[in-house]
């Protein structure tokens, strides 16, 4: 296909980033005009408003952007009992349905407010709910997935960037939650670049809210199995936020290891900062504060 994309990144902010995590449906403007504004900067000019040109006269990225829920949907999530995929499949009740329909519409006003943010700095965003919109149960998982894929694609190639969220989905006969983070990993195969921005600089040896001392770990280097080719002592929490259901660093841990296991370089970094920015642009260096997470065979 003469239209194919072949420069594409992948991009995850965190809900803990987007939002005020411990008070519901809140907003963190200045998070999200930071983000929006850096993405307006990198992405290819194909996809801001008014260009004309095809995308592959460009040689910044196409980009893939997903979200995280924070403060919107992790309490609705809480309150009717819905669980993290892929570990439990909820308990199905005569809420659970009640659930699904309230936290899509909780997390669906952030992703409004994103892609609102993104059109007012000219960038031709559209946002997708991946449970309905490629995905139909999570019990179908990798069948789906190339559909998903699919349906991405088709968005890149009209000159459209994506903007996906972690979701209240389907699941069997009941329903779960799939995070940002899951969700990043069934998209990579379509990207060369994943980053995740989060409300921490990288990857520590624990959790450096509650271990201030703990120690960063720049790089991780992982074999085709997935395996840590150096054992580091990584103590990842479930979450550092009480109201979170899909499990904080360490979902996002084990979807990083996933796709650096498949070839591709995945970079963590903290939302808002310089370093965050240079990881975007593809400006690496050593001054440069982040986790790296790749394959070594
Ligand atoms: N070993 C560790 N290294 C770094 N952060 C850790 C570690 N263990 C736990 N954490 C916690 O993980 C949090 C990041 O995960 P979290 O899921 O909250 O972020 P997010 O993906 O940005 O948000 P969301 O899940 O809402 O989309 C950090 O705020 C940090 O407190
Ligand atoms: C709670 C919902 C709707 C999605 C969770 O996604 P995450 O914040 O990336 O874990």
Known sequence: DEREINNVMLIKIGGSSVTVKDQKETFNETVVKWFT?????????FYRMGDTHDCALHEKPAVVLVHGAGSFGHHTAKEFNL???????????SNTMEGLAKTRHSVQ?????IVAELLAVGVKAVGISPCFGGLRNLDLFEEQQSWLIDVLRETLRSGLVPVLHGDA????????????????????????????????DGVFQSD????PTAQFIPNIAVDSQGNLVLSHVIQA????HSHDVTGGLKTKLAAAIAIAASGRVVTIAKSGSLSAENVLRGEGGEDVRCTRIFRQD
Do not use: W
Not at 37 to 45: L, N
Not at 84 to 90: A, F, V
Not at 183 to 197: N, R
């Open 37 to 45: 504004e850096t993405i307006a900067d990198v992405v290819s000019p």
């Open 83 to 93: 669980k993290g995929y892929p570990h439990d499949n909820s308990e199905f009740n």
């Open 109 to 113: 006003k952030l992703n409004q407010r």
């Open 169 to 200: 989905c389907l699941y069997g006969s009941s329903a779960a939650i799939l995070s940002g983070d899951t969700l990043l990993q069934m998209c990579s195969p379509l990207a060369g670049q994943i980053v995740f921005l989060t409300d921490v």
């Open 208 to 211: 450096p809210k509650t271990n």
């Open 237 to 240: 929490t479930e979450s550092s």
